[in-house]
């Protein structure tokens, strides 16, 4: 009894410690998508994506590094709204997107914390885009 005592703070205060290790701003270093058994990773050499993360909220920018004066590379994307964390299963509810079709749905993943890093991992489904597919991110912490 005393130690199941003991051990419902630590339980809690790593709970805790989850939302507080999310809150802060996060860069994406790999993205790989999984559909129809396949992986394939994201380019990302080109361009930059930040994730932001408040007690409630989260948003995103992602553009490409050239300003936006190559017009093959030319990319922007943003967006963001409410988030829940419940124990290691995060759900976004997309609120803002400039691509428009992502408005109020929610994507739920699973998130773990390796020392700086942060891995996100679920699955992006809209059936009425044909979207079907797991994906992988990992971010580090700003400083």
């Known amino acids: 009894m005393k130690f199941a005592f003991c051990a419902l703070p630590l339980l809690f205060a790593t709970a805790c410690q989850s939302k507080n290790e999310l809150k802060g701003s996060w860069e994406l270093v790999a993205a790989q ?8 990773s994201d380019d990302l050499s080109g361009r930059k994506m ?28 943003g967006g963001g709204g409410t988030y829940t964390l419940k124990g290691d299963q995060y759900t976004e509810q997309v609120d803002y997107c400039s691509y428009r ?13 390796h020392q700086d890093t942060l891995i996100q991992t679920g699955k992006e489904e809209i059936k009425e885009l ?14």
């Open 50 to 77: 930040i994730k932001i993360l408040n007690d409630t909220h989260f948003s995103f920018l992602n553009h490409d590094l050239n300003a936006g004066k190559d017009s093959a590379t030319a990319f922007f994307a």
């Open 130 to 143: 044909g979207i079907n597919h797991t994906i992988v991110e990992k971010y580090v912490r700003v400083k």
């Open 33 to 40: 998508k999984i559909e129809a058994g396949k992986t394939t």
């Open 101 to 113: 079709p992502y408005e109020g749905k929610s994507f739920q993943f699973t998130i773990a914390f």
